[in-house]
C-alpha cells in the first residue's frame, strides 16, 4: 500500500519543472479511478516533482496524505479520480482542521479538479483541461501561477461527509444500477472499458432503471421540513426568490416526488445542469424536487440538460438546512456516488467553504 509520495518508474525531473517558480502544488490521484493509470502518473511525472505526486489507493492512505499535505503547507492540492475522490479528500482535510485536532487554526489549502473521472461535474464547474493534454497544461499552469482566476464554492454536509451534491430517488437509482452494471457485466476486457463510463450509464438505463420503473411506481410520498439554520425560500425560473419566506422548523413540501436533490454547484456528470441556481446565493443550496413523468423528461432533455426546462413538475428551492424524509427507502447517491437506500436523510450547508482553481479562459 503506497501513502508515500509516489515514485515513478521515471524519476528524471523536466528541466521546466527545475526553473518553474516556487508554487508548491500536489497532485493526489485516485488509484482506483479507470483514467489514473501508469501512463498518465508517468505524464505527470515530468510537470510535478516525485514528492509533490501523492496516489491513494484507500481511506487510511487518504489520511495520511491529507496529514502530510497539511504538514508540508501546500497552498494548491489537485485531486484527480472524479467528484467522490475530490469530496473524500476535501471532507478529510476538514476534519483533520477541526478545532481539536492536530492541525486546528491551519487554513485550507485552495483546490484544483482534474477530469479524470467518469461525471466530472465539478471539473465542469471550474472549466477544466480535457484530455491528457489538458490536464498537464491545468497542472503546470497552477505551479507557474498561471491560473486565470479561483471561486469561492459552499459544500453540502451530508452524514458527516461534505460534497458538492446528492440526491434520492431517479437519479439515485440510476447511479446505484450504474454500479451494477460495471461491476456485474463490466468485469474485464474491451467490455469493461465500455461499460465504465457512458456506455455503462447507458446500459443502466437500459437494462435497469426504465424496466423497473415500468412495473414498479416512480412517484413516493415525501416530507421536507426547513431545518433551524434560517429561512428557506421557494425560486422562480428566473432564480428569484417568490413568495413569503419560509421559517425554520416549516414545512417546505409535503406530497408524491421522484426525486429530491441538492447542490451548492450547477452540475451533474457530462455537463448536465441539473441545478441551474446553485451558487447564487451565499450559503445557501439549491434543493431540486422533481414531479415528472418519464416521457416528459425525455421529451424536454435537451432543455432540461441545459438547465432550461421549469415545468410545474420541478420545485426549486433556496435553503440552507433541510429534513428529507420518503415514505419508503428510495435510491441514494452523494457526490455521483452510489449510497444504497434512503428514507430520511438531512442536508445542510456546510460551515466552511472551498476555493476553487478556476480555468476560465485558459488555453488548452
Known sequence: MLVQPLRSVDTRQNPSVAGAPAHKVAVLLNANARRVDAQLVKALSHVVPEQDLFLSRSELDCRRIVQTVLERNYPMVFTGGGDGTFQGFVSEVFRQLEPRGRFAGKRAPRFGVLKLGTGNGLATYVNAGAG????????????????????????????????????MGVDGKLLNDFLWVKDNLGRGGL???????????????????????????????????????????????????????????????????MM?????????????????????????????????????????????????????????????????????????????????????????????????????????
Open 191 to 257: 467490455l469493461k472499458k465500455m461499460l465504465s463510463g457512458p456506455g455503462g450509464y447507458f446500459s443502466a438505463v437500459a437494462l435497469k432503471t426504465v424496466p423497473h420503473y415500468l412495473s414498479n411506481p416512480t412517484w413516493v410520498e415525501c416530507e421536507i421540513i426547513n431545518g433551524q439554520a434560517g429561512e428557506a425560500y421557494r425560486v422562480g425560473p428566473q432564480g428569484n426568490p417568490v413568495g413569503a419566506p419560509i421559517a425554520p422548523g416549516q414545512r417546505i413540501f409535503q406530497g408524491k416526488l
Open 260 to 364: 429530491a436533490a441538492a447542490a451548492t454547484m450547477p452540475f451533474y456528470g457530462y455537463g448536465f445542469r441539473m441545478f441551474p441556481f446553485a451558487g447564487e446565493r451565499r450559503g445557501m443550496m439549491h434543493l431540486r424536487l422533481g414531479q415528472l413523468h418519464a416521457t416528459s423528461v425525455l421529451a424536454n432533455l435537451p432543455k432540461l440538460w441545459a438547465g432550461r426546462w421549469f415545468p410545474e413538475g420541478i420545485h426549486d428551492f433556496y435553503a440552507q438546512d433541510v429534513h428529507v424524509r420518503f415514505a419508503r427507502p428510495m435510491p441514494f447517491h452523494v457526490g455521483g456516488d452510489a449510497a444504497g437506500y434512503r428514507d430520511d436523510v438531512r442536508l445542510s450547508v456546510a460551515p466552511e467553504t472551498v476555493e476553487l482553481l478556476d480555468f476560465h479562459g485558459a488555453v488548452h
Open 132 to 167: 491528457a493534454d489538458g490536464i498537464l497544461q491545468d497542472v503546470v499552469r497552477a505551479r507557474a501561477g498561471e491560473v486565470p482566476s479561483h471561486r469561492r464554492m459552499d459544500l453540502l454536509m451530508v452524514d458527516g461527509m461534505r460534497t458538492a451534491f446528492a440526491g
